[in-house]
């Protein structure tokens, strides 16, 4: 007995204990519950909601559908008495049982409440007069809606009275409707749809009207399919509320809800994650995810996606897996629990829930074993950046500097679009739509604007055409009209977000206010033009007027229409016309672009450019030219978006240099005959033609030889000039082009590919070889396909390869070189080029089926990124081997950070040399396990040495290395000189011809894979080895050609930016000062320190910091930076010769471009040196002491040894304006585009020199986390290669 009383009192202080623990978790709910009433207190659910979603995981019920089946139901429960005498069929119609069967689904809310929901879902999926249309039951739809919320109200209330620290909630729940606004349910005609646009709405409206007097909590879009039914959704809550309602009444909380229908990862309607949630942004969900359609095993990528970009909460109610054969479900509640676990370890929820096939027990699973066992997700911060959205997300980032909004399908922009147009042959215009998009608009302006068309009509055709053609509809629409009935009319059938072009405060500032709000409502950007009462504005202080004063209206507090959605468009109006006021405009555009971009935040300009040329209507070449040139000057000024026939501009270098002054002397407004020299110029072009001859030269003896030996010799010696006609001949002569490929095609490639591996034939050969075997290849593709159709005969190859350099990366030199060995050795490589995303890696290494995938990175960040790519290979179960290559990976890093992360093979593979025995020995079934198992054992030896030497290595805390900086003695020194100039100073187009003296040619050798034997191992006594020394005199000597050739027809640009500043030490900082008064700091920049323990003790730990003078000390010290790039042009020419099938030239430029970028880097820290800076006026270095470090100062870069943390460039980026100043961006991994670009931060303290900061500790890294105000995590992913120790 006593025992037993024992126990008793043990087990009440246990329940006790258990009580007050779970009192005091949920004692914040209590600030919000009527616990009386069992609901959430008047004008509070917003702030409990919120409260609710960053304490925890919220939990959303499962499949009301499947619940009902359990009960098995019948016509008449379906009927009930209500309907007793209804003439068509019910069964089957759901909703109405909360009419007929109320207890039944009280019953069923009251079971997913008891397992764990805070919400259900009112059973009202189809509860619109559209869906109920097809039961003859459109008029109880209010009925119906309001007393679907009171009875999930009733089982709420109850619950929450039992469990008042768990309040349960109703979500209003709005289903897709059974039409879609976005596609034709007509095969014949695509541009017919089922409904308009303003019969959802009503249809939504009427049901928001009953689900809102039935006292809902929060609604519930879900199941979009289509999103702009969602859109229509959301504008009928929208105007409801603000309407109808007055806004006397604040709208419940917004949930929504897309369904990516199957694994290709878009909406039925064919929308990305991106691209659906971008559009349905400006309703402000509360929380936003996917449901239906896929299992969580399915949707995880997508979900991946969307908790990425939505900076509101994102939930996920999957199904219990997909249907089986018989329509059913086969996960049960563990099941499901598994495959939703990565949701959570992964960080992307907020809410979970359950779709078809889900029960109770699947949710009180899902509740208990994740939801209540994981931290809730994190909105991502406010995106400022204008997004858009057609079938894709497009979003305007600092690295675009313009938008090319085609123009062609613009009534007034193209006379042939017209003409179609007019003659109503709209499937004939779409190919002027699609041209545009491929020849490079990011943004389709679409304009109907002509007294003999019905402008709606129209527009809304040809938008509708649109839509389901994805090659078209990917980009977003602007549409376009100076009528705004008819630009809305576009809207209303355009799922995207859209660019709305245009309104102006010409029509008063009461209207004005009216349409900007209506635009908001839809959620798309605007075109804002520099009209008012007054007219149109002419002068630069007219449009800059006109513009602030629409911007403060939009942005006021009874707008709020966000800033980055607004562009501007100051006109751009008509110069060279003869009539002087006009000679100024273009100057007026681009200083009140300048300053529009400088003080109205976030804001864009935009203009339309055929209005600047118009004078010269009919000389399309002289017109193209003109806005080249205007929109060089306009976007250095701020221009960040126009109206351009995308196909048609040319480059600003490729300008004729003589037309070239003419254009910009009257863009310019230059001097008064600027208009006159213009038209001269162009009437002598009119008469200006041109011949061509060319030379004869005698044919090569090898020429004479069988055809089949002719291709062999070419293959071998890289010779391309008759390779069509040989090619031909030999087709002709061969049973099928396949054994022109198999016989003489492959025995050429056979010995290039021997001589290769026996050192007996260089790279740049190699490249040729590849080069004459493309072209051969190409042109007998069109045969091949005819053959194969003929005979079902397929060439077998030796084996599939998938190259990729991973995303945030934009280098592929090296890469380039190993697909064209691989290529030489009969591989199949498919190189799916740069900055790729592991998602795009791994479905296009499914989509080639490839035998193995190889990874190329240079930056240091593309080692995390490798790591990714191999952890989600093993994740989703791929068998291929792995190869890694790049300038930072490392033999050490593959086998400690990537092999561990993939249970197949991983190798890393050191240069393009060793790619061929690499692939051979992986897909060789005979060597394979036994050349597997040596690499294995290799880097079991190499991860134990890694280990070992982490645990031999000793470092300083912090603390100590802080007490042992390197020491100079400013005070002793000469007083550091102050710069010419404190800011900035730009460099455009400078000479190419200047830069080729300061090459270093050693990397240039490198590349080639060309080495030479000591004493002759750098240039120029290369040139002297006796294996390398001829090929590397002849490849330096294709590089001086198309040197002389780049710089001849400038076919690559040098930009340079230049800053100079104020600066002092402050500790491990660097501060740098907006002028030289020091009063107003603009940026740090954040130094490691050295420490490797040093067992001298007068060894110093170093950081960049020691180089500049400290505040303390009073001196005035100062600190420079560049960024320089010889990229801009690459593209156009890598592209010709590209086609042209030369890789040889292909990489020679790119190699040749990373010279000049350098060499730019040298010249311009040269310049520094003796005279922008003057620190070493006196300097007297020839250009290889220059290579050899023997200059006063330093450049070291973030992301190399001095600094090994590249996010410092963006304080260095930010500081010099440097995209803005120059166009040279940054990657999200902080490499540099164009890839040919070099930047530093220059130290002219005569003491400062080059060091490695090494290895790092925790202690340290936390510090410099506090420092830049970066989460530790964040810290160390960047400075992976750097920790001293293993980051988990």
Known sequence: RLTYVAKALLWLSTANAMQASTDSKHAWVKEFVDEKAGRIKPGMMEKYLHKLFQTRIAVLDGAMGTMIQGYKLEEEDFRGEKFKEHKAPLKGNNDILVLTRPEIITEIHEKYYRAGADFCETNTFNGTSIAQADYELEHIVYELNKAAVEVCKAAAVKLTKEQPHKPRLVAGAIGPTNKTLSMS???EDPSARAVTWQEVVKAYKEQIRGLHDGGVDVYLVETVFDTLNAKAACWALDEFYQDDLKGKVPRPPLIISGTITDRSGRTFSGQTTEAFYTSLAHAKPFCIGLNCALGARDMRPHIASLSNIAECYVHAYPNAGLPNAMGGYDEDDKDMVESCRDFFSSGFMNMIGGCCGTTPSHIKALAENLAAKHPPRKPQPICTNMRLSGLEMYEKTDNIPFINLGERCNIAGSRRFKRLIVNKKYEDALAIALDQVETGAQVLDINMDDGLLDGVAAMQKFLKLIVPDPAIAKVPIMVDSSKFHVCEAGIQVVQGKCIFNSISLKVGEKLFKEQAKRLKRYGC?????????????ATK???????ERAYKILTAPDIDFPPWDIIFDPNILTIATGIAEHNNYAVDFIEATNWIRTNLPHAHVSGGLSNLSFSFRGMNHLRECMHAAF???????????????????PLYTDIDKDLLVLLEDAILNKHEKATENLLDYAEKERENKSNRGGKVRAKAEWRNKSVEDRLTYALIKGIVKHIDADTEECRQKLPSPLEVIEGPLMKGMSTVGDLFGAGKMFLPQVIKSARVMKKAVAYLIPFMEAAKKASGQVSSNAGTVLLATVKGDVHDIGKNIVGVVLACNNFKVVDIGVMCPLDK?????????????????????????????????????????????GATTSRMHTAVKISPRYQDPVVHVLDASRAVVVCSNLLDKKQKEDYVEDIRELYDDLREEYLEGLSDIKYASLEEARERPYVIDFAKQSTPLTPKFLGTKVYKNFDLEELVKYIDWNPFFQTWQLKGKYPNRNYPKIFNDAKAGKEAKRVHGDAMEMIKDIVKNKTLECRMVVGMYAANSDGDDIIVYSDDDRKKEVCRFYTLRQQVLKEDKNEPYMAMSDFIAPK???????????????????????????ADHDDYKVIMIKAIADRLAEAAAEKLHEMMRTDLWGYAKGEELSVQDMLRVKYQGIRPAPGYPSQPDHTEKRTMWKLMDAEGATSIGLTEHLAMTPAASVSALCFANPKSKYFAVGKICKDQVEDYAARKKMEVKTVEKWLSTDLAYDRK
């Open 541 to 547: 202080g007219e449009k800059i007027r006109i513009c």
């Open 185 to 187: 349910p007509d095969v």
């Open 631 to 649: 929109l060089f000057h306009a976007i250095s000024k701020g221009m960040d978006m126009g109206i351009v026939n995308a196909g048609a501009l």
């Open 525 to 537: 950007a605007v075109v804002v033009m520099a009209f008012d009462e007054k007219g149109q504005a």
């Open 841 to 885: 890696i791994l479905a296009e290494a499914k989509k080639c089926n490839a035998d193995i995938i190889g990874l190329s990175g240079l930056i240091t960040p593309s080692l995390d990124e490798m790591v990714d790519v191999a952890k989600e290979m093993a994740k989703r179960g791929f068998k291929v081997p792995l190869l890694i290559g």
């Open 1112 to 1138: 303390s000390s009073g001196i005035k010290d100062y600190i420079g930076a560049f960024a320089v790039s010889t990229g801009f042009g690459i593209e156009k020419a890598v592209k010709k010769y590209e």
